[in-house]
């Protein structure tokens, strides 16, 4: 297990980057924190034949307020977002999901744009990006372009994000003194990626309104389970009618299993993370 | 010798004290030699095209663009490997009625397991070889899989072995007493379960690793590897490679554990052998991840079918076990595939009082990869069957767990006895282990607390075994049927000019402080401090001859043969002291590096200065003293085919009945090896067998589709239990020593790993009982409680 040669370049501007990637003639993987893509290169499942280095843009790695706005550059570490008052205060979904991503050997390197990029259908970002409606920032030489969360995420791995693009950045709207959140989910072993789990968000819990739930682990990418949603919606806080409508509304067509474990053992799984974390708004 | 020797138990002795492992701040400051770590003049680089199939025909292999790659070095197929090494079989000629088809390094025609290698590619690095790897056209035809054992039974016409009349390897029978007529008795209660094991594997955090160093001129092949076993080694390369064994130098430095995975004959290790004397270049071939899991051995891999048979009083009157296990394409050398079975025929109900007993082993080929002996051979299958028969049994009729040991464990003064399958015991202590373990898990408590948490719906169980561990071999295991496997290790200790001791000894350190336990037992037994005792192991060319580290008998025996070496020694030296002290040697003792009298203590000569004296200035000497100041014993275990441990252990879980998640919460052993020589690293024995017993009853399975296919080749998918996962594991002995060597030592390696699944598995079912549901499969995953819970 060891990767063919490559070429490899560590590009210190973004615009620099772009330019790099917009080679047509060569197979170009950017690489950030390396969690992912260093062993699929190893493995041979990732096979660029240039390398661009993301690690030396600093412009990538900014935490900052803008009005009402979250703005978190993509090359950001995992670590550092556990750790900033800014995600704490204004996204608190984030701050209760990233202690599932992993160990923290691995959060100090991986990088909130490489989970985004990757679009594991297992991980938390991609599900936590999507319930908080976030807008992801793309790069590329024609400059940059906004694509929210729901058109971004499109199957395993797969995004709308161009051969030619780098993710940027990625915009949260700040969290308001109504809202709440609820995080739950299930890993085998303790920072494993998620048999299954759940992203809630909501305008209001008591009554429910505005809700945004986003299961992964359970299909080919983050999945919204709008008739779940929509069995809540104006039901009054822990209502357990509400709650049994709304696990019995799941979207159990679009499920998948994984090797060893069924569709009706995910949903099973849906069920309970969704009620757990409702409960624990 | 025979008998304890009670001076260990005096307060200032090493033996019996935790004494830290000199080599640990070596290897956890990153100084330790893997070999991976050797870098050798015009090394080369191995890897493998493994066959994608289960089962196919090979049609064609082209190796020309590989060949013409830079930096490839030579592409070797099957055949021109093959040529080089005389077929082996796995058999044994104690298990009788075994067969295995002879068996070469790679696949030459056709491929019987997906990861068989077909094509060897030798580069300037591992990286490059794997792009010719790439290169490489293989032309398969694929043929049916019999994956699954029962598959392979049933299906005699899809053959593996063409040349078999069947894809049956070997059939034991075990029959004792009357068990029909015992089960057939009106008070008798039966109860009848079907138990599945998983395929699991060692996971060594070092991976089987090997380089070979051909030198021509004197015809000697040098293999240095990750492995437990170098005099076995060193007689099988010999053997297949046409070496004369005295030109074959085997060394294993540090190993990066072991488990029982780095003691066979692979086939891609046998290949780097002979390509390094094809090329006369070192070869180096690390196996990865990917070929950890595919081509490492796997273990398990049962089916049995079992009944107990219990009187109103409890007492078992029959048990019954019927046992299909798929071992892989071939039996594998030299140990076989066939001990694992044999085991579980040998040890099932081995802890209890037992006249009926009737068992069948069957042992089926399959398209997969081989299974052989992994750390507790047998032991985990054994000890859940029966153990799980018997709190099912005591639920039926209603009647304490413990309680129903207790009337069935074989009573501490019986011994020695013979179990119905005939396995000699002595020296054991299941009553008092038990008892120990009652009192320290505080047994009647924590029922309380299980029934309290029950109506808040929090599902606790509590899980017990009573077990027994092989140990500590006689020749009986394997030399006795013709494997080049010895039973006996030898230990040599030589006293240096400066007065410090050198010990070498044919047992093997893979991580486990074996090093350390013999340093104990020389200084102590010597009487030198033990900063002053090098210890060397792992080098055919400077240990005595002997086994190796396996089945639990690195301290039993390897240690002994130290003991009996040191004390050897130790009257020689007195000898040369006496004769220039002018005195007789039974007035002198040694103390801490000084001949001392033994009668007032004081202090007549130092070591160093009778080494110096013996070694630089000999003219001192009297007139005819001889000083000779090495010594050298051998030791094996001649009374009994075995030594046993025992323990008695248990867990708590709870299950979470939405989920089917399972937390161990505690886990408790009560363990006797006999003489602990040093605790700590005893009971770190212990909780790192426990932790793999957990893995292989909750989390690990090697993973195949219906077609042979493995679907779970990394870290990321084969789940091994970490920290998080982890319990406290709560330790406790009862030492009875062992009445075959002085030391009185029995094995610990395995005892954690054999009864943890059971107790694990008790305890699951102890807590689903309310709800009706049980499960008899492992390892235990979310999705099969779940539907144990839906079938319910
Ligand atoms: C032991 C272990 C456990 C893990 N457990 C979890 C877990 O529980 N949950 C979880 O979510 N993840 C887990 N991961 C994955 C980890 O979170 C990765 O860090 C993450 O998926 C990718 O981030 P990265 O910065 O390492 O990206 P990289 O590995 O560097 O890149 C990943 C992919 O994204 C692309 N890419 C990276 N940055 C950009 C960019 N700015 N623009 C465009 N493309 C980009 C790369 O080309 C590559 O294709 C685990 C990893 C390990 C090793």
């Known amino acids: 297990m060891k990767a063919p040669d490559i070429l490899y370049e560590c590009p210190q501007t973004v615009a620099e980057a772009v330019a790099l990637l917009s080679d047509d003639g ?26 661009i280095d993301l690690n030396a843009l600093a412009e990538l790695d900014f935490i900052e307020q803008v009005d009402d706005t979250i703005h978190v550059g993509s090359m950001v570490r995992y670590t550092t977002l556990l750790n900033s008052e800014l995600i704490r205060r204004h996204v608190p979904l984030m701050s209760l999901s990233l202690p599932h991503v992993a160990h923290s050997a691995v959060r100090n390197r991986g990088t909130i744009g490489g989970s985004t990029a990757l679009a594991d259908p297992a991980a938390e970002m ?21 694509i929210s969360a729901d058109d971004f995420f499109q199957g395993i791995y797969e995004t709308a994000l161009g051969d030619d693009e780098l993710v940027h950045s990625i915009k949260f709207p700040a969290a308001t003194d109504q809202q709440r959140f609820g995080f739950y989910e299930l890993a085998r072993r303790h920072g494993d990626y998620a048999m299954a789990g759940v992203a809630v968000s909501a305008q209001s819990i008591n009554p429910y309104t ?51 474990v069924s569709v009706d053992t995910k949903v099973q799984l849906a069920k309970v993370v969704l009620k757990r974390a409702l409960l624990a708004m | 010798m025979s008998g304890p020797l009670h001076k260990f138990d005096q307060p200032n002795s090493y033996i019996g004290r935790s004494v830290e492992r000199p ?34 025909n090979i049609k064609s292999v082209n190796v020309d663009a590989a060949r013409a790659l830079a930096g490839v070095v030579a592409v070797f197929t099957a055949g021109e490997i093959n040529a080089e090494v005389s077929p ?126 051909f030198n021509r001129s004197d015809n000697t092949l040098v293999f240095h590897y990750s492995g437990q076993a170098p005099h076995m080694m060193q007689a099988i390369i010999a053997r297949h490679l046409d070496f004369p064994e005295e030109n074959i130098r085997v060394i294993a430095r540090d190993v990066g554990g072991s488990f029982g995975i780095k003691i066979h004959t692979y086939g891609d290790e046998i290949a780097t052998a002979v390509a390094a004397k094809l090329l006369r270049r070192p070869v180096k071939f690390i196996a990865d991840r990917l070929e950890s899991f595919t081509t490492d051995i796997h273990a398990r891999d049962h089916r049995i079918d079992g009944k107990i048979g219990i009187d109103r009083e409890g007492k078992i ?20 595939s066939a001990i694992e079975c044999n085991q579980i025929l040998n040890l099932t109900g081995a802890p209890y009082d037992i006249e009926n007993y009737r068992a069948r082993g069957t042992v089926v080929f399959q398209n997969k990869n081989m299974m052989c002996q992994y750390r507790a051979v047998g032991h ?172 639990s008998r690195g301290a039993g025996i390897g240690g002994e043969s130290v003991l009996l070496a040191s004390d050897a020694l130790k009257s020689q030296v007195l000898e040369v002291a006496a004769s220039i002290l002018q005195t007789t040697p039974d007035t002198l003792q040694i103390e801490r590096g000084v001949v001392v009298s033994s009668a007032d203590g004081s202090e007549k000569i130092s070591l160093d200065e009778l080494g110096r004296i013996v070694y630089y200035r000999g ?50 052993v009560v363990e006797d090896c006999g003489r602990v020589i040093n605790p700590k690293l005893v009971d770190e024995q212990i909780r790192g067998g426990v932790v793999q017993g957990i893995g292989g009853a909750l989390y690990e399975e090697c993973l195949y589709d219906d077609d042979g296919q493995y679907l779970n080749a990394t870290m990321a998918d084969y789940l091994v239990p970490m920290a998080g996962e982890m319990p406290d594991i709560h330790i406790e002995h009862v030492e009875t020593p062992t009445s075959t060597s002085t030391l009185g030592a029995k094995g610990a390696g395995e005892a954690g790993t054999g009864g943890a699944p059971a107790a694990i598995l008790n305890a699951v079912n102890d807590a689903l009982r309310p709800l009706e549901a049980s499960i008899f499969q492992m390892p235990m995953t979310p999705e099969r409680v779940l539907n144990a819970l839906r079938v319910s």
């Open chain 1, 126 to 146: 991609p599900a936590v990006l999507k319930a908080l409606n976030a807008v992801i920032v793309a790069v590329s030489q024609s400059g940059p372009r906004e």
């Open chain 2, 380 to 551: 985990p299958v054994a000890m859940a069957v029966c153990d799980s028969l018997l709190e099912e049994a005591a639920s039926e009729i209603d009647m304490d767990v413990v309680e129903i040991r207790r009337r069935n464990l074989i009573s501490d003064d019986a011994y020695p006895c013979t179990s119905a399958s005939g396995m000699k015991f002595a020296d054991l202590s299941h009553q008092k282990s038990l008892q120990r373990l009652v009192e320290m898990m505080r047994y009647d408590q924590l029922r309380k607390d299980q029934v309290e948490l029950r109506k808040a719906g929090i599902y606790r169980g509590i899980g017990l075994v009573s077990m027994v561990e092989v140990t500590n071999p006689s020749p009986m295991f394997y030399g006795v049927g013709g494997a080049p496997i010895s039973a006996q290790d030898g230990a040599t200790v030589r006293l240096d000019a400066a007065g410090a001791l050198h010990v070498s000894c044919s047992i093997t350190e893979s991580g486990q402080g074996t090093n350390t336990i013999l340093a104990q037992i020389a200084a102590e037994v010597f009487g030198v401090d033990i900063k002053r005792v090098k210890v060397t192991t792992g080098d055919t060319a400077h240990v005595p001859y002997g086994g190796g580290t396996w089945a």
């Open chain 2, 88 to 213: 082996y079989v796995g058999t044994l000629t104690h298990l009788q009625g075994l067969r295995s088809p002879p068996q070469l390094p790679m696949a030459d025609r056709v491929a019987l397991w997906q990861g068989e290698p077909i094509v060897m590619v030798v580069a300037q690095s591992r990286a490059v070889a794997e792009d010719a790897c790439e290169q490489v056209r293989v032309e398969y035809e694929p043929l049916d899989a019999m994956v699954s054992a029962r598959q392979a039974l049933d299906n005699d016409k899809a053959r593996i072995h063409p040349e078999l009349d069947s894809n049956t390897a070997w059939v034991k029978d075990v029959d004792a007493g009357d068990v029909s007529a015992a089960f057939s008795k009106s008070d008798v209660t039966v109860v009848e379960r079907t138990f599945q094991f998983g395929r699991h594997t060692g996971v060594t955090v070092e991976p089987r690793s090997t380089v070979v160093e």
């Open chain 1, 26 to 51: 060569r197979f170009c993987q950017p690489l950030a924190g390396g969690q992912s893509l260093m062993p699929m290169m190893h493995l041979r499942l990732a096979q660029p034949e240039v390398l």
């Open chain 1, 210 to 260: 505005g809700l945004r739930i986003i299961f992964f682990g359970v299909a080919d990418q983050p999945l919204r389970a709008t008739g779940a949603e929509a069995a809540l919606e104006g039901s009054m806080f822990k209502d357990e009618p509400a709650i049994l409508e709304a696990q019995n509304a799941l979207p159990a067509d679009e499920f998948t299993g994984d090797v060893g």
């Open chain 2, 23 to 56: 080599d640990a701040s070596r290897l956890v400051e990153g100084e330790g030699c893997y070999v991976d770590d050797l870098q050798l003049p015009r090394m080369t680089h191995a890897a493998f095209v493994r066959s994608q199939y289960a089962h196919a």
């Open chain 2, 317 to 336: 009157v029959a048990l019954e076990i019927d046992d299909l296990t798929g071992i892989g394409p071939y039996s594998m050398y030299p140990r076989t």
């Open chain 2, 619 to 668: 003219n001192e000497l009297p007139a005819g003293v001889n000083a000779e100041l090495i010594a050298t014993r051998h030791y094996k275990v001649s009374d009994f085919p075995f030594v046993f441990t025992n323990g008695a252990m248990a867990a708590q879980v709870e299950v979470d009945i939405e989920t089917g998640f399972i937390k161990v919460l505690d886990f408790w």
